[in-house]
């Protein structure tokens, strides 16, 4: 492919190291899709003939179905997806496969491909995380009012329910999506036409294959054209946040599927045994999801390491962009598939979850409040007084409930009878009315606008 440049092919080392054939392959729709707009646009613009961009773009249809049919064999000796399909054109229609090239190099080609398939990617992922988000909104809408124990540094702290629980989640992957769509807006502009970095002195329409590709606009500086690889760094850097909210909730169902807590159940589809233990249901699922977030989080950092150090323009290090976010968008999107599945699959044990959200004193701060809304009492009072209330119930090994008005006038005598109406678990949450509290009602009204807005998505 190099001309009367080089006397000698390469070395295998060389050829080895060189190659991306084996990865680039996946490119193969971008690459003809952007051959297609590429030559179309040759011929409106006069550079090459009607007849010749007719048959350059039978050709590349040619090589479509056979790629499809998998018919199409890919050789390391051309390197990669680009010379691979240029030289099977040039089989297949002889000397007009050469012209297709005209105004145009590598270098604005795969940045352009890249684009293609990366665009593709985040509306592939925005589907699943919605779909997550749907899978979540519907299991809240059902448990909106199911009291479990809410926790700060895994302590029981104050008890919510398990559908304010859920949109939590909902919450966080609607922050990924704004992050999946603001870096497909930001990328889409079509690098095509920049050639190696400078542009090209063909009279060629940059517009037109941009428009042609489903491209807002061209890129406007040749030289950033060839070099960015910003538009990866984004998506894998939201993919990345995305990945570690998904650990985050699959920790979760690892600790509430334990006997220990025993708040959720997965049936046999998301759960394995052991080889050695008959009685063990393990989640690993949920385990593989938590431990691949890493290898999203190393497909982000390889490429800001890989990309620090580059000059501009074009180096042939950012060969290297293409595996690791092939590997990190898959990873992702069956992390998804995996968490909307044991979403949908998990039962919740109401009774074990109401019964946990009592211990730990989980009322205590409701118990404050009372002393501040009905007594008037400074809140630092207040938490000082339930403080020594929770030592006189914890050395009794007894829940606040428990102790009996005069235990309690001891150590504030202007309580009243009254104060047992807010120490209930089911009072606490339903008290919690505030906007974004965990009141049932406030987590119903949640649900049902989440469901309304993901239907419309």
Known sequence: MWGGR??????????????????????????????????????ETGILTKDDVDVISAGLKGIEAEIE???????????????????NLKDRIGLAAGRLHTARSRNDQVATDMRLWVRDALDQLDEQVADLQLALAEKADTYAGAVMPGFTHLQ??????????????VEMLA?????????????????????????????????????????????????????????VLETLSAASICAMHLSRLAEEIVLWATPQFGFVKLSDKFSTGSSI???????DAAELVRGKAGRVFGALQGLLTMMKGLPLTYSKDMQEDKEGTFDAVQTLSLCLAASAGMVRDMQPDLK???????????????????????????????????????????AKGVGLE?????????????????????????????SRTSYGGTAPANVKRQARRWLKQLAKS
């Open 6 to 43: 080089f006397a000698t092919g390469p070395d295998a080392i060389m050829e080895e190291i060189n190659a991306s054939i084996d990865f680039d392959q996946r490119l193969w729709r971008q690459d003809i899709r952007g051959s297609l707009a590429h030559a179309a646009m040759l011929a």
């Open 69 to 87: 049919a998998g018919r199409f064999t890919f050789s390391r000796a051309l390197e990669d997806i680009h010379m691979n399909i240029e030289s």
């Open 156 to 169: 029981s702290a104050q008890p919510v329910t398990f559908g304010h629980h859920l949109l939590a989640y």
């Open 175 to 231: 922050r990924d999506r704004g992050r999946l769509r603001d870096a497909r807006e930001r990328m889409n502009e079509c690098p095509l036409g920049a050639a190696a970095l400078a542009g090209t002195s063909f009279p060629i329409d940059r517009h037109m294959t941009a428009k042609a590709l489903g491209f807002a606009r061209p890129t406007a500086n040749s030289l950033d054209s060839v070099s960015d690889r910003d538009f």
């Open 277 to 283: 233990m008959p009685q063990k249901r393990n989640p």
């Open 352 to 394: 074990t979850m109401k019964k946990a959200a009592g211990l730990g004193y989980a009322t205590a701060t409701d118990l404050a409040d009372w002393l501040v809304r009905v007594l008037k009492m400074p809140f630092r009072d207040a938490h000082h007084v339930t403080g020594r209330l929770v030592g006189i119930a914890s």
């Open 402 to 430: 428990k102790l009996s008005l005069a235990e309690m006038q001891e150590v504030e005598p202007k309580i009243s009878d009254e104060i047992f109406a807010v120490l209930g678990v089911e009072r606490s949450v339903k």
